[in-house]
């Protein structure tokens, strides 16, 4: 089965940089995905990773190590606007569905 | 392309009603996915449907919820009866699946907000 691990809560000032971690154990690896999700609304693609080392998209970059089964999702020059969830999520092998983390929730302060 | 539609977007019943949730995937998707969040489990995968036909419905809650999709863009999730701790937001998600790219994004609906009272 899958398991995945993040932290609950972050904070963070304006204009720093935030990394967001994530374990996950799964039987089979077919990449790994990051979504953002602000207060009421849906998530939304961030992300996706399957090869090891550093997906940069803009202030976002994406790490992944599948020998340690961890990720990271970097945001430099945070805005308030990142103020958001973040969701890590690992499709099964050979799967369409998606496993989510519960999420970590960043609060960015002025 | 509109995205996802649900509907409705909130919903408010009584204990021991039926509540039926609609969902219209992205023309020309696939895949179609119910979710159900709450701020003590999550994001959970509830059931997934690919080409019309139901995949895997592990994370269905039991009998008293239930999934179809007659037809490529039409999907609804219902709850009979509906009890208080079903109170959560429910969100639909489509995909391309079988395409030539690396990955499958989905894409999510604007979620309905059910309270079960």
């Known amino acids: 089965g899958q398991n995945i691990d993040q932290p609950t809560e972050m904070t963070a000032t304006e204009g720093a940089i935030v990394q967001i971690n994530c374990t996950y154990q799964?039987?089979?690896?077919?990449?790994l995905f990051w979504y953002q999700q602000h207060a009421g609304e849906a998530p939304t693609f961030l992300s996706y990773?399957?090869?090891?080392g550093l997906e940069e998209k803009g202030r976002f970059s994406s790490f992944l190590s599948r020998s340690k089964g961890y990720s990271y999702l970097l945001l430099k020059e945070l805005q308030m606007k990142d103020s958001a969830s973040y969701l890590c999520?690992?499709?099964?092998?050979?799967?369409?569905?998606?496993?989510f983390g519960t999420g970590t929730r960043l609060q960015v302060f002025p | 392309d509109a995205g996802v539609i649900q509907s409705p977007r909130h919903e408010v019943t009584e204990m021991g009603q039926e509540v039926t949730l609609r969902c219209k995937p992205i023309?020309?998707?696939?895949?179609l996915f119910w979710y159900r969040q709450t701020m003590m489990r999550g994001l959970e995968l509830l059931i997934y449907?690919?080409?019309?036909?139901?995949?895997?419905d592990s994370g269905m809650p039991e009998d008293r919820f239930s999934a179809k999709m007659p037809n490529a863009s039409f999907s609804t999730l219902k709850i009979q009866p509906s009890e208080p701790r079903d109170s959560a937001v429910y969100f639909c998600?489509?995909?391309?699946?079988?395409?030539?790219?690396?990955?499958?994004?989905?894409?999510f609906g604007p979620g309905t907000r059910l309270t079960v009272l």
């Open positions: 990773n399957v090869l090891d």
């Open positions: 998600a489509s995909i391309s699946s079988g395409t030539n790219s690396n990955y499958n994004e989905q894409f």
């Open positions: 999520a690992v499709p099964p092998y050979n799967t369409d569905k998606l496993i």
């Open positions: 799964t039987s089979g690896f077919n990449g």
């Open positions: 023309s020309g998707h696939n895949s």
């Open positions: 449907f690919n080409n019309n036909v139901p995949i895997d």
